[in-house]
């Protein structure tokens, strides 16, 4: 049985916690502060995700029937958001589809624009999403998919205890977080650079641990 811990007015968006896994202080910025900006780099995903985003395409090949841009939610996590794909492959274990003929096990499948990365914050996000399925479908789903653009590679990815606990203390986290209205502070790294978001977090700032008005004036020293 499902615990419902939020209200349909807590619920916060699943993607966002892709974005917590890569950077709190970029989540926050984004779902908290409400700041956003674009860069080549989100250009590129949304371009590559409008290809897969048409909600009146439902493919069928074999024993797999496509669906894109499958809404989803979890009351457990308090999560709500889209799918890109979720694929129903014909299993005797699965569940029955209205309109259709057998049993079918969801999996959800995520797109990316760049190529596998090191942190689990894909992983974590297509996880998020079979939480989704599992308590909407009452299915367990063992397994999902990352389709990666750059390496034209899919990745399967299983979904561990381990993994699911990321997921549910990621989005405690979160709701937390939003609660308070709190923007983290975090490490300056490498990834700062590729940030979207690198010109409003200022991490540079962060990491002398300046004043704003100190890190703008020199600045204005400079010209």
């Given at each position: 049985?499902?615990?419902?811990?939020?209200?349909v007015?807590?619920?916060?968006?699943?993607?966002?916690?892709?974005?917590?896994?890569?950077?709190?202080r970029?989540?926050?910025?984004i779902?908290?502060?409400?700041?956003w900006q674009?860069?080549?780099l989100?250009?590129?995903?949304?371009l590559?995700?409008?290809?897969?985003?048409?909600?009146y395409r439902?493919e069928?090949?074999r024993?797999?029937?496509?669906s894109r841009?499958?809404p989803?939610?979890?009351?457990?996590?308090?999560l709500?958001g889209?799918?890109?794909?979720?694929?129903?492959?014909?299993?005797?274990?699965?569940?029955?589809l209205?309109?259709?003929e057998?049993?079918?096990?969801p999996?959800?499948?995520?797109y990316?624009?760049g190529?596998p990365?090191?942190d689990p914050c894909?992983?974590?996000?297509?996880?998020a999403?079979a939480?989704?399925?599992e308590e909407?479908?009452?299915?367990?789903?063992?397994?999902?998919y990352?389709f990666y653009?750059e390496?034209?590679?899919?990745?399967?990815?299983?979904?561990?205890d381990d993994l699911?606990r990321?997921?549910?203390?990621?989005?405690?986290?979160?709701?937390d977080?939003f609660?308070?209205?709190?923007?983290?502070?975090?490490k300056p790294s490498k990834?700062c650079?590729?940030?979207?978001?690198?010109?409003?977090?200022l991490?540079d700032?962060?990491?002398?641990?300046?004043?704003?008005?100190?890190?703008i004036q020199?600045?204005?020293?400079?010209d």
């Amino acid at each position: 049985m499902v615990k419902f811990e939020y209200t349909v007015d807590d619920y916060l968006p699943l993607s966002g916690i892709q974005h917590f896994q890569f950077c709190r202080r970029q989540w926050a910025l984004i779902h908290i502060e409400r700041q956003w900006q674009d860069n080549v780099l989100t250009v590129e995903g949304k371009l590559r995700h409008e290809r897969v985003d048409d909600p009146y395409r439902l493919e069928s090949r074999r024993d797999v029937i496509i669906s894109r841009s499958v809404p989803v939610v979890s009351h457990s996590l308090g999560l709500q958001g889209v799918c890109d794909v979720v694929e129903f492959t014909s299993d005797p274990k699965g569940v029955a589809l209205h309109g259709r003929e057998g049993l079918f096990r969801p999996a959800p499948v995520e797109y990316k624009r760049g190529k596998p990365k090191h942190d689990p914050c894909d992983e974590v996000q297509l996880c998020a999403q079979a939480i989704c399925l599992e308590e909407m479908f009452v299915q367990s789903i063992p397994e999902g998919y990352l389709f990666y653009w750059e390496t034209r590679h899919r990745e399967n990815v299983v979904f561990t205890d381990d993994l699911r606990r990321l997921v549910r203390e990621s989005a405690q986290e979160m709701h937390d977080l939003f609660r308070r209205g709190h923007t983290p502070r975090v490490k300056p790294s490498k990834a700062c650079q590729s940030c979207s978001l690198v010109d409003i977090c200022l991490p540079d700032l962060m990491e002398k641990n300046q004043p704003a008005s100190q890190y703008i004036q020199s600045y204005l020293d400079q010209d």
